[in-house]
């Protein structure tokens, strides 16, 4: 079956410039995901969403950075003014949520959206 | 907050070799514990998880982890590498009682010499 899948795979703006990066999600998937990934670093988590709950923004670090989920499915991460620390290895995941309060499910990632700001 | 440590960065063997990476974290609850693998130009992966029963998980391609809770420790191993094990592993803990955000630990680089 279809898995994650993220657009565009490779992305490089200008410093200023504003980014929206797209993340599909497995359908059925309640719960999906942002994370960043910089060279040589682990996952820096960014946003969370869980069906139609506010979503926790508590990873986001700095009011740049945004993300919607439209209709459950499809989100857009956005980020504004772009500045070139922001270049990094955008990864979102997606996972079915079997039982409410149950941390163990697995996270399925997409392939990742590279960003290079210059 | 918790925090999930890999001791070993970069890990360089030759096949047939024994392999264990070690992850430890700081949570003192229940935990949720997870290994990923990404391949070369793939996507992250699921290798094992741990949530109750036997601390001891087998997971796919031949590898094992051991929870060990008194070290805070969910060390992955296995006992014979192959070339196709080259990749990069990531350890990721989840605090038990509704938490749904997993914290990754830097992950480490295996590169097995054929």
């Known amino acids: 079956g279809a898995g994650v899948s993220q657009s565009p795979s490779n992305k490089v703006t200008e410093k200023g410039k504003d980014v929206e990066l797209r993340c599909d999600p497995i359908s059925g998937h309640t719960a999906l995901y942002w994370y960043r990934q910089s060279l040589g670093q682990g996952l820096e988590f960014l946003i969370y969403?869980?069906?139609?709950?506010?979503?926790?923004k508590s990873g986001l670090p700095s009011d740049r950075f945004s993300a919607e989920r439209t209709g459950g499915s499809v989100s857009t991460l956005t980020i504004q003014r772009t500045q070139q620390e922001d270049s990094a290895v955008y990864l979102c995941?997606?996972?079915?949520?079997?039982?409410?309060?149950?941390?163990?499910?697995?996270?399925?990632f997409g392939p990742g959206t590279r960003l290079t700001v210059l | 907050a918790q925090s999930v440590s890999q001791h070993n960065h970069h890990v360089i063997l030759s096949e047939a070799a024994s392999l264990e990476l070690g992850c430890n974290y700081s949570?003192?609850?229940?935990?949720?514990l997870f290994w990923y693998v990404q391949y070369p130009g793939q996507h992250l992966q699921l290798l094992l998880k741990?949530?109750?029963?036997?601390?001891l998980v087998k997971g796919i391609k031949g590898f094992e982890a051991e929870f060990i809770k008194s070290k805070f420790s969910f060390n992955l191993r296995k006992p014979s590498v192959q070339w196709s094990d080259t990749a990069e592993y990531f350890c990721a803990v989840n605090a038990g009682g509704g938490s749904y955000i997993p914290t990754f630990g830097r992950g480490t680089s295996l590169i097995v010499h054929p």
């Open positions: 741990y949530f109750s029963g036997d601390p």
């Open positions: 995941a997606s996972s079915l949520r079997t039982r409410a309060g149950a941390g163990y499910d697995e996270q399925f």
């Open positions: 949570y003192g609850g229940t935990v949720n």
């Open positions: 969403f869980q069906g139609n709950s506010a979503p926790d």
